[in-house]
């Protein structure tokens, strides 16, 4: 099975580094364009299933994808954003200067960050790697699968498939409308491609990786 895993495209509070979470934002107009460029790139690929967070941003990157493969897109229980709680709405400069430690632990140990009402991030790990792992049993193994959702999630998920260490969340760059890709032969994962970006370079569109 290839799966491809697809970073959603740009918003408003993305280009002003705003922490989202489970804030319901929608793609702004240079997103739209990265998702109409993605939706293109993937035009002549045989993709059997594409699952999206149910987010605005991540749904209307999927649909751009869906329109042109002739799918509808489904759901994926557990590929929703980690939720920031107190941080949410707030950029990162406001954050470093209302939290600074807690700021200062997320940049360099985001197990460790204790943020007010968010999540625990290993609970989001095992959450999100458990929706991939549903929808991997749920289609045959020679099929390709879209899934589209966030940066946090994504980061995540490659981490646990790749069994790598919490010190490499900061080591995953996955800029708007990137797509990964990883091959699972029903024992293991291997990963084929880390956030190409070639359809958005084609086409002179911004991406920003935050």
């Not at 400069?93 to 960050?113: G, L, M, S």
């Amino acid at each position: 099975m290839e799966l491809i895993l697809v970073r959603h495209g740009q918003t408003q509070w993305n280009r002003e580094q705003i922490f989202r979470g489970a804030k319901d934002i929608e793609l702004d107009k240079t997103g739209r364009k990265q998702a109409e460029a993605l939706g293109a790139r993937l035009k002549s690929r045989k993709i059997e299933a594409i699952y999206s967070s149910s987010l605005k941003r991540a749904m209307s990157t999927a649909e751009a994808i869906a329109r042109l493969q002739g799918l509808p897109v489904m759901v994926g229980p557990g590929l929703v954003d980690m939720c920031f709680g107190d941080w949410e709405g707030m950029s990162h400069q406001e954050v470093r200067q209302k939290y600074p430690k807690q700021y200062k632990i997320w940049r360099e140990n985001p197990w460790k960050a204790k943020i007010p009402g968010a999540s625990k991030i290993k609970d989001i790990q095992a959450q999100s790697f458990k929706a991939v792992m549903g929808l991997v049993s749920d289609n045959p193994l020679e099929s390709t699968v879209v899934v589209v959702t966030h940066r946090v999630i994504l980061k995540l998920i490659l981490m646990k498939m790749l069994n790598m260490e919490p010190e490499g969340f900061w080591s995953i760059k996955l800029s708007s409308c990137g797509l990964t890709t990883v091959e699972w032969d029903g024992k293991r994962f291997v990963l084929t491609c880390l956030n190409d970006t070639g359809h958005l370079e084609d086409r002179n569109i911004t991406q920003i990786d935050f």
